[in-house]
């Protein structure tokens, strides 16, 4: 029988490969996004000192539903408002290791329309 490597294995090597590349600076930091099944959390990270400077999650923001598209953007949208407040433009996006695609895709749509640059 051929046994078939998950899906999470191959996400967190997938992600290994885009972090050896990526990082983030006091300038710069790197916008980290984890996606769940209920919920989805992201972080602007500073490397260089190991701290986080914002953070928001679906959790925090007490929806509902956290695992589906309308989610992403409210976070997106909160992310991008903390982050004008600490005076954050521009960010690099680290996508986790996920695909471009749905609620990663729509939350970064919504950071962006709310003044973040990357």
Do not use: W
Not at 21 to 30: I, M, Y
Not at 77 to 88: F, M, Q, S, Y
């Amino acid at each position: 029988m051929i046994k078939k490597e998950s899906k999470n294995d191959v996400r967190k090597r997938r992600h290994a490969r885009i972090r050896k590349n990526l990082s983030g600076t006091p300038e710069q930091p790197r916008l980290n996004v984890f996606r769940s099944n209920s919920g989805i959390y992201v972080q602007v990270i500073d490397d260089t000192t190991g701290s986080t400077l914002a953070s928001s999650s679906s959790i925090a923001l007490k929806i509902k539903n956290g695992g589906n598209i309308e989610a992403a953007e409210a976070v997106g949208k909160d992310i991008a408002l903390k982050c004008t407040k600490a005076k954050i433009k521009k960010v690099v996006f680290d996508r986790g290791g996920n695909l471009y695609h749905g609620r990663v895709k729509a939350l970064a749509e919504a950071a962006r329309e709310n003044g973040l640059e990357f």
